[in-house]
């Protein structure tokens, strides 16, 4: 995973703002595919961060259907480590730092509110 800093961000472009997640959710609902969802709220604007598949398996499935990885397990264990909080679902409420490039652009990093620690979804899975 690349490692990233407030000044790293902005020198490749991104604008940090502060967020607040307003919802947490870890479901199967997304084509059988396990995923975890934070919804993210900052000035007028707001966005889902995730989608990522990591498990798969659906409610009713056969047995053999359900699988999930070290990866998927250890990406959410990060981002609750970059919020900084050790219950998955007390992380709604908690404040954290988007990075972004603007209108129509996704959100694949988040940060701690006041460390200089970031999450990337895509150089995470990229490795």
């Known amino acids: ?3 990233w800093s407030y000044r790293k ?5 991104y604008q940090v703002e502060n967020a607040q997640i307003t919802n947490v959710s870890l479901n199967m ?3 059988g595919c396990l995923c975890l969802d934070l ?6 604007c707001g966005c889902v961060y995730g989608g990522y598949v990591l498990g798969k398996g659906y409610v009713g499935a056969d047995d053999d259907f359900f699988s999930g990885s070290e990866k998927g397990c250890e990406a959410i264990m990060r981002i609750m480590d970059t919020v900084g909080e050790s219950d998955l679902l007390k992380m709604k409420g908690k404040y954290v730092r988007v990075a972004h490039k603007g209108l129509g652009s996704s959100i ?3 940060g701690n509110i006041i ?3 970031w999450f990337d979804y895509e150089t995470f899975f990229d490795n």
């Open 1 to 3: 995973m690349k490692k």
């Open 9 to 13: 961000l902005v020198d490749e472009g």
């Open 29 to 31: 609902e997304n084509h």
């Open 39 to 44: 919804v993210l709220e900052w000035s007028g």
């Open 108 to 110: 694949k990093i988040i």
């Open 115 to 117: 460390k200089n620690k």
